[in-house]
């Protein structure tokens, strides 16, 4: 039982910023996958659903977007 | 940084403001680089707070609810205000399972969480004058431990 | 959802409030529905009133900002206030390339950003009487064209 509760207290210790950049950077996809199938941009609350997150989560995913854009933009390009 | 950071947000008790109220604290304890779990800690203990005041507090009318955060050094301070009906009995109001409300599918185990959640949580109300729920977490407790064990 | 909501925000004027400050009116946002580009606007010009009430307003002296939102239909409202040094001549401030801090930098375009970013922008100053910066944004403008298209 030591060993599922160091387990636990691990996971427990990711940080709130990474977690948000990892969100942020499923949003950008998110975004241009249903840009793309859409015709036009998607809303707050269809990214919602489509990634299982608040509303509100989204928008401080997108705070933290910024430095994730430009780590991963020339991986799109 | 500075050491001391303080915000305060007020708005109406419907209950779509609650996620609102929940991120907007979320946001301002950013800043002391949390783990998920200490946001989720202090967000739960917030929707609690909120929840109560809602629904308790102010019969589910519109009336304004205020929250103040305040952040010195590593501790996070956060206080929720409504200007509702008050509690009679603080006490007894704190019980686990204790609630007013069975009808409403209310568990009881409001403040229980807030307690679990928290390191410190004090009320103050009187009937009629409103209720006053004070909280606080250190961030980052333990962090220099993990650091040790990891070496 | 009700038609109407509102909800207020006051915090310190450092810049670390500034990511804060975005994320608390875009969280509130929400409500409308609104696309990421509409938040992002929204984001950028709320952004660009802070920094100007951190910057000039209070020269970076640590201060209170007051950020109030309404929401009545699909009409957001926001309102970013300061008790600051206030502005002698609006609309020479508002002239795009305008500025009195070049020295820190400063492009003198944060009022044709909020002009650009939002339907409509007031703004009231008086000499050390503060600054307030009204905007407007209808959210979801067109969006009943989308609705129409995928039917
Ligand atoms: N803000 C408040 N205003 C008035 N009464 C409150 C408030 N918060 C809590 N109470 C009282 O305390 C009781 C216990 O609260 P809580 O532990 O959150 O359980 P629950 O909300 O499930 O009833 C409530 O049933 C209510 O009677
Ligand atoms: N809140 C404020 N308080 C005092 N002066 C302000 C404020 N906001 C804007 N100003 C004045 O208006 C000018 C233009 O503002 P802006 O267009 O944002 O450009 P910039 O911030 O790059 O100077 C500023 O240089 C400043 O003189
Ligand atoms: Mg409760
Ligand atoms: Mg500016």
């Known amino acids: ?77 | 940084m500075r050491d001391t950071n303080e915000m305060e947000v007020i708005f109406d008790s419907c209950s779509s403001n609650e996620r609102f109220a929940r991120v907007a604290v979320a946001a301002f304890l950013t800043q002391l680089n949390p783990t998920v779990e200490e946001v989720s800690d202090v967000k739960t203990a917030v929707s609690e707070a909120v929840t109560n005041s809602i629904i308790h507090g102010y019969d589910q009318e519109i009336h304004k609810i205020r929250i103040q955060c305040r952040i010195d050094q590593n501790l996070f301070m956060v206080v929720v205000k409504d200007e509702g009906k008050g509690i009679e009995d603080i006490a007894q109001a704190m019980m686990p399972m204790y609630t007013t409300r069975p009808e409403l599918d209310r568990s009881g185990m409001g403040f229980a969480f807030m307690e679990a959640f928290m390191d410190k949580v004090e009320v103050e109300s009187a009937l009629g004058g409103g209720t006053t729920v004070r909280m606080e977490k250190t961030i980052g407790k333990g962090r220099n431990l993990w650091t040790t064990q990891s070496l």
């Open chain 1, 1 to 77: 039982s030591g060993e599922i509760k160091r387990f636990l207290r691990d996971d427990g210790m990711i940080k709130v910023s990474r977690s948000l950049k990892e969100l942020s950077y499923k949003l950008f996809q998110a975004r241009e996958e249903m840009t793309a199938a859409l015709g036009r941009e998607p809303t707050i609350e269809e990214l919602s659903l489509e990634l299982h997150v608040e509303k509100e989560e989204i928008v401080q995913a997108m705070e933290a977007g910024g430095e994730v854009e430009s780590i991963y933009k020339p991986i799109h390009q």
